[in-house]
């Protein structure tokens, strides 16, 4: 397919609102061709935003055969059942994070993509359309960096209701909240530039979650998370190989990184991401991904089964902070 992807956006909130600006912004390539949508208000913006089509009920957009892609940014507890009714309708399907909320749901998913090879699969961690991020990809894959011996990632985030109003609405509920131990795009990140993980440890205090991780190319990391720091948002990164070193952080509401090649101080820039959030080109970024991926022209930043496999990584990060004991990662 080169033409147009038709996409139905399910859910127009925080994200849904986000990710309906990303697909403004590349008309050449996706149009939004449905919304569902619940709420009268709900339905007004959509009809303020020009979507054609819209439906109360998630089910009917799998039907329609003038739908192509669907979408899915809902609360976290639909996105299993959603993200495999659409792959076995015959749909596309980008799904927000997480993937799902149990090592259940995990299986169901990875049959469903199985079962349906043909059709793209993606999760929204939207971190690996980051340019900065994407440069230290690249210089991880093409061996600047050497062996790749320790990550690590920062997830710190005070976030205002008024950021996020899903915070006062069902994510009150920690169950539907699922931060699965530690910051999940952290853990998504961190496994995108050392794979898989086999093992893991973890703590956690009411302010402060760590988790250590034993990969299976040898590597070892370690994430933080918080909602008690007392700073704008941060999402960074540090990869160390045998050949170099990657150094990504946030500053001035942008994320900075550079890469060191040698013991001495000659740091080279990174590519730069504009600030995390409503308005940045970030949702541009995943969403060019997501059609051109269903185009042919490009691969799934994030195919779903790594947000998949996310989930059971942090499933198995939370037994451990619970246990205190080393936990091998579930699937
Ligand atoms: N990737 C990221 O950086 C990022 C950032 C924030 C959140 N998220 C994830 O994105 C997801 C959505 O979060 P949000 O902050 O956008 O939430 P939100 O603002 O509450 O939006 C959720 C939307 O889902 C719709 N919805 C609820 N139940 C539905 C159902 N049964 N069928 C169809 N639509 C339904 C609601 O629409 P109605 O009003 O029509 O019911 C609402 O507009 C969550 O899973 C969250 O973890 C990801």
């Excluded at 699969?121 to 440069?135: E, K, L």
């Excluded at 985030?157 to 530690?182: F, M, N």
Aim: aromatic share 8%; with cysteine; net charge negative.
């Amino acid at each position: 397919m080169t033409e147009r992807v038709r996409v139905c956006i399910v859910g127009l909130g925080w994200t849904g609102s986000n990710h309906m600006a990303g697909y403004g912004a590349i008309p050449d390539r996706a149009e939004v061709v449905g919304a569902v949508v619940r709420s009268e208000a709900g339905k007004a913006k959509a009809r303020s935003l020009g979507i054609p089509h819209l439906y109360d009920d998630w089910r009917a957009a799998l039907d329609d055969p003038a739908v192509d892609a669907i979408d899915f940014c809902t609360p976290s507890f639909l996105h299993a059942e959603q993200s495999v009714a659409a792959l076995e309708a015959g749909k596309h399907v980008l799904c927000e994070t997480p993937a799902c909320q149990s090592l259940e749901e995990a299986r169901r998913i990875r049959w469903a993509i199985t079962e349906h090879p043909r059709q793209i699969a993606q999760t929204g961690h939207i971190a690996r359309c980051w340019p900065t991020f994407v440069h230290a990809k690249r210089l991880v894959d093409d061996g600047t960096l050497g062996g790749i011996f320790y990550v690590t990632s920062n997830y710190a985030h005070q976030s205002d209701p008024g950021e996020y109003p899903s915070a006062l609405t069902w994510a009150r509920d920690i169950s539907h909240r699922a931060r699965l131990g530690v910051g999940h795009h952290s853990l998504d990140l961190v496994r995108w530039y050392a794979g898989d993980v086999f093992e893991v440890q973890g703590n956690q205090t009411p302010k402060a979650g760590l988790a250590i991780l034993h990969f299976h190319n040898g590597a070892l990391g370690k994430l933080f998370s918080s909602s008690a720091v007392v700073r704008p948002y941060i999402l960074s990164l540090s990869v160390y190989g045998d050949k170099g070193t990657v150094v990504c952080w946030w500053e001035e509401n942008e994320l900075r990184g550079h890469l060191h090649t040698s013991t001495h101080w000659e740091p080279q820039p990174l590519d730069r991401t504009l600030m995390h959030g409503r308005g940045s080109p970030e949702w541009q970024y995943e969403m060019t991904n997501f059609v051109d991926s269903i185009r042919g022209v490009a691969q799934p930043r994030c195919p779903m089964k790594d947000g998949v496999a996310m989930v059971e990584t942090g499933i198995s990060i939370q037994l451990a902070i619970d246990t205190g004991a080393r936990v091998r990662v579930m699937s």
